[in-house]
């Protein structure tokens, strides 16, 4: 699901210029290590579509292909802990480069160059409901990422980000999710069995807008995978007490209103993700905000706190607490949109870092 920009973005701006001696890539004003083959693999796809651009069409002078790139990117939430920078970052790197070069690929074929930078990113290329397919090549050269639905499709979805670590991961997903898939035995059953099972069905819960059936999905598959994660040798732990809080939350909600009206799922990080739909807003923040009125993150809402909300019975005073103690701030957003072009630019004309 893609995430409205105006609450979490990753801005990115390419250039190209004889007067760069070489490529750089600058992260939240702190240069990167651009040289890692992840990134490489980028630039050297579409460094090649660039030049076939040029060989074959008059009107793509000048050279842009042979010029080094400078890449300067911020990101307006934490990052490399577990709220998806890497999927954001390369897919805003990968489109910057490709409006600079004018490229007429598609999102869709994009999104085979994102993924050599990271999974996940190739599903950022595009908005709204997003299924990254696995294809049939040996070599993954046909996995790519399908639109499911557009944003206005289902356009009630919400989500509340509870921020339980702005810290970086101990293990980057990457290198954890490399460790799991060559040592969980679970790991295994999840990508034979249950991953092309479960998809056909969130795609199916999303097209009949079923939030019961999502939610269930959601919840579900996300345990799955950090069980995988605990089987793995040696175990990984993203989640932390106050992940594990969030979830007793979750369900709490969730029996007081006898209902699924929230669904709990995590990344590779404690931060838990609350989906939940428009008409429920009231219900699923209103209890949260009422544990955690203190946490910066709430005046989006541009209201006071509704004195009427109770906590339900089934969240115990340790739940409360743990939650206070391990949440430093919420994140209020919605499904959206994909990447867009802004004249906000992060490089000025002479090449300097604005």
């Not at 409901?129 to 919400?158: F, K, L, Q, T």
């Not at 989500?159 to 295994?188: C, F, N, P, R, Y």
């Not at 007490?241 to 669904?263: E, F, L, Y």
Request: proline content about 4%; hydrophobic content about 35%.
């Amino acid at each position: 699901m893609t995430l409205s920009q105006s609450d979490l973005r990753t801005h990115t701006t390419a250039s190209c210029s004889t007067i760069y001696k070489n490529d750089t890539l600058t992260l939240n004003g702190e240069s990167q290590d651009i040289s890692t083959p992840r990134t490489q693999a980028c630039l050297r796809a579409l460094r090649s579509l660039r030049a076939n651009l040029e060989r074959t069409s008059p009107t793509a002078l000048p050279i842009l292909s042979t010029l080094s790139l400078k890449i300067v990117s911020n990101n307006n939430f934490p990052t490399a802990a577990g709220l998806a920078s890497s999927a954001a970052g390369f897919a805003a790197l990968v489109r910057a480069i490709a409006d600079l070069y004018i490229l007429p690929s598609s999102p869709e074929q994009l999104s085979l160059i994102a993924r050599q930078g990271s999974g996940s990113a190739c599903r950022s290329l595009l908005g709204g409901y997003v299924a990254w397919r696995m294809g049939s090549e040996v070599d993954g050269s046909d996995s790519i990422a399908e639109e499911i639905a557009p944003a206005n499709h289902w356009p009630e979805m919400r989500a509340l980000i509870l921020i339980a670590s702005k810290e970086k991961k101990d293990v980057s997903s990457t290198a954890g999710m490399q460790t799991t898939v060559s040592t969980s035995e679970l790991m295994t059953r999840r990508v034979k069995d249950l991953v092309p099972r479960r998809m056909k069905d969130m795609e199916m819960a999303i097209k009949e807008k079923d939030f019961e059936k999502f939610a269930e999905l959601t919840m579900k598959d996300s345990n799955c995978f950090h069980a995988c994660c605990l089987d793995t040798v040696p175990p990984i732990f993203y989640m932390n007490d106050t992940s594990r809080a969030a979830v007793r939350v979750v369900d709490a909600i969730n029996d007081h209103a006898q209902r699924k009206c929230a669904a709990y799922t995590f990344d590779a990080g404690p931060n838990a993700v609350v989906y939940y739909l428009e008409k429920d807003h009231n219900l699923v923040t209103g209890i949260f905000r009422k544990i955690l009125p203190n946490v910066t993150g709430w005046e989006k809402e541009g209201q006071t706190e509704n004195k009427s909300v109770t906590i339900p019975d089934g969240i115990t005073d340790a739940m409360t607490a743990q939650l206070q103690r391990g949440t430093s701030g919420v994140i209020l957003t919605k499904v959206d949109k994909g990447p867009t072009s802004t004249e906000n630019h992060l490089i000025d004309e002479m090449g300097n870092t604005s």
